[in-house]
């Protein structure tokens, strides 16, 4: 890869100067009480930060969290994040109570060489994500003066084409951070010439969201498994009735299309749990996939299904999994999600999890991390980097 890196900058001597990393702290919160419930994204960008602070560099971190309108939002306020990531870090983390205000001003001034301060949510701010380039620049003009140097460590943004991710770079002598470097590296190998079998297993509530990325995979792939709500508008396109499950009317004939295509490739679901309401208590069996009751919904795959889908992944060399195959978060409906996590890590494969839901299924269900070859912090961002487009937080580290 053309882009350089944190080992490059840390060469360079970064003790005393102020570095800008980019991170991308968008953690899963609670809706009751406000306390992450997944601090995978925290975790995952310490080696950067830690490398950084034992350099002496004045540390300042940004990162964007939810999707407020523009302007200063309580619920979405990264002050929680600067705790956790103090705790991680073993060292209190400097919080500025706005993005490039005052606060932040005075925190970043404040920092001594080896600290770290958090920024408050870039989105707090209009010219973060806005798509008049002036008035993004305006922005990242503001961030970039609290750094001598920028670190993109933000894999989860990169396809972001934000102040914060593609202008700041523009600005600043950029490198780009462990943790995308890493991804990157991982996610290339998918694209590049992958050991076969290579088995993708798809799941999530949208059709939509992964029909470029099911077009992009379908010639590259041995076998592309489906799950999660985006199985009903398939098999309404094999003709079967799917009662109340989720259904993207508008797809069906894509995805009948994209079927016929596929050289037998993708694998269905053949059973699914079927319930009568979308709900933990609701009362659900187990149906064929042709045979889903007209009151039901369908909110897993069922155990013929886990069990199809297992055998074709233990013959798989390279394994992507994006999306759960169920309602996970109700125990009802997590056995799916469950036993093709399972199925992944006993796989003799390399398994990448891409991203997002899935990668929260995995510490959900108290799966071992480790038995996985690589968990993505993108979602979006993985999906269209297998998609093959340019993605603009990367292209912006390479000029
Ligand atoms: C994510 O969670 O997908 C990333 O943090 C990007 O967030 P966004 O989809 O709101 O841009
Ligand atoms: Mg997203």
Known sequence: MSIRNLDDLLGEGVSGRRVLVRADLNVPLDKQSGEITDDGRIRAVLPTLSALVQAGAKVVVCSHLGRPKGAPDPQFSLRPVAGRLGELLGAPVHFAEDTVGDSARSTVEGLADGQVALLENLRFNKGETSKDDAERGAFADQLAAFGDAYVDDAFGAVHRKHASVYDVPARLPHVAGRLVLREVEVLSKLTGDPERPYVVVLGGSKVSDKLAVIEALLPTVDRLLIGGGMCFTFLKAQGHEVGTSLLEEEMVET?????????GKILLPVDVVAADAFAPDATHDTVPADGIPSHRLGL???PETVAGFAAALSQAKTIFWNGPMGVFEMAAFANGTRGIAEAITKADAFSVVGG??????????????????????GGGASLEYLEGKTLPGIAALES
Not at 258 to 263: C, K, Q, Y
Request: hydrophobic share 35%.
């Open 356 to 377: 997002g839901d899935s990668a929260a299924a995995v510490r959900a269900l108290g799966l071992d991390e480790s038995s996985f070859g690589h968990i993505s912090t």
């Open 255 to 263: 995805c009948r299309n994209l079927l016929e295509r596929s050289g």
């Open 300 to 302: 897993d795959i069922g």
